[in-house]
């Protein structure tokens, strides 16, 4: 098992910024792939992007550019940077982690960009 704890939530004006973070405890060896998801309100969940062990990274097209995602092998932690906000980045974000022992998510911190 894998547990996941997210934090750097919160409420912004457009332009700004925000970090999130995801540390992760458990069953860590398994872990391959981590990222973040997100889903704005009356829509479906989408990837934001992803980073493998190896530092791969992946990114929505609408990210791109604005967020970077990072990882701490050491701390078990991905991170996502997140410049330039938009009030279309309004969502609740979700870690996710995944590998051959499984696939994990997090319960989710919620970001608010005002215009």
């Known amino acids: 098992q894998v547990q996941l704890v997210e934090s750097g939530g919160g409420l912004v004006q457009a332009g700004g910024s925000l970090r999130l973070s995801c540390a992760a405890s458990g069953s860590i060896f398994s872990i391959t792939v981590m990222g973040w998801f997100r889903q704005p309100p009356g829509a479906q969940r989408e990837l934001v992007a992803s980073?493998?062990?190896?530092?791969?990274?992946d990114y929505a097209a609408s990210v791109k550019g604005r967020f970077t995602i990072s990882r701490d092998n050491a701390e078990n932690t991905v991170y996502l940077q997140m410049n330039s906000l938009k009030p279309e980045d309004t969502a609740a974000y979700y870690c996710?982690?995944?590998?051959?022992?499984?696939?994990?998510w997090g319960r989710g911190t919620r970001v608010t960009v005002s215009s």
């Open positions: 980073i493998t062990s190896g530092g791969s990274t």
């Open positions: 996710r982690v995944w590998g051959p022992g499984g696939d994990y």
